[in-house]
């Protein structure tokens, strides 16, 4: 290192109290940032495994029953808690009205498929607060950590400037302190920029999930109406 060279950890390391809790609560941000951002991405990659061993299910089984009977064991996912709540729902209406088909018909046709739509309302629900685990501790990173950097920012440059009021004092001088207090922006920065960019992928990625349950619950409507048909 040549003489003069700033030396970013030893500026940390000789840091005021002020920027050094800053940087350890910007540090802290990240890590926590990052663990939230890799269990994001580790969920999101089993529920697209998950629906794509449902859906083989679903499309190579003869009734509806034979679908809930074979994706029993199956783990959690967005097509398969659909399926689950709105079966369970169609087996109770069944349970109460037995296999009285004029029941059945008049049912249908003053009520619709509602009672199902609710029923898959509680998949959607449970999806939902899975997907949207977290994501607001994200935000509030990628949102804050900018602010609690700028502020250690000031907090060292106001010091820096106060050894220039006390006269005497050189570039050279208070050239560690400005670079202290940069650093201190630079490090909130790092922390608030891969908050920001997966917090807006995962709300990206959840819609996509969110379109591609309302396009099977659709389909999963119009399968139950061409059954209750027969």
């Given at each position: 290192m040549?003489?003069?060279?700033?030396?970013?950890i030893q500026i940390m390391l000789e840091a005021s109290l002020v920027v050094k809790t800053v940087?350890?609560?910007l540090v802290l941000a990240s890590i926590v940032s990052w663990a939230i951002i890799l269990k994001k991405k580790k969920l999101i990659?089993?529920?697209?495994?998950?629906?794509?061993?449902f859906l083989d299910i679903y499309k190579n089984s003869?009734?509806?029953k034979d679908v809930m009977e074979s994706c029993h064991n199956l783990p959690m996912s967005p097509y398969k808690s659909l399926f689950t709540h709105g079966y369970i729902e169609l087996s109770k209406l069944k349970?109460?009205?037995?296999?009285?088909?004029?029941?059945?018909?008049?049912?249908?046709?003053?009520?619709?498929?509602?009672?199902?739509?609710?029923?898959?309302?509680?998949?959607?629900?449970e999806i939902n607060v899975e997907l949207e685990k977290f994501l607001?501790?994200?935000?509030s990173i990628g949102s804050v950590t900018p602010f609690v950097g700028l502020f250690g920012t000031v907090w060292g440059i106001i010091g820096s400037f106060t050894g220039l009021a006390g006269g005497g004092a050189t570039?050279?001088?208070?050239?560690?302190?400005?670079?202290?207090a940069l650093v201190a922006t630079a490090v909130g920065l790092v922390a608030a920029i891969?908050?920001?960019?997966?917090?807006?992928?995962?709300?990206?990625?959840?819609?996509q999930i969110q379109s591609e349950m309302e396009s099977f619950g659709q389909e999963f409507l119009n399968v139950v109406e061409r059954s209750l048909a027969k």
């Open positions: 040549t003489t003069g060279e700033l030396d970013i940087l350890v609560s990659k089993e529920l697209e495994a998950n629906s794509k061993d003869t009734s509806l349970d109460v009205l037995g296999d009285d088909k004029e029941k059945l018909e008049k049912h249908f046709t003053q009520y619709g498929l509602q009672f199902l739509e609710r029923g898959m309302k509680k998949g959607v629900h607001s501790t994200l935000a570039l050279d001088a208070v050239a560690p302190g400005i670079a202290e891969p908050a920001v960019w997966f917090y807006n992928k995962f709300n990206n990625d959840n819609s």
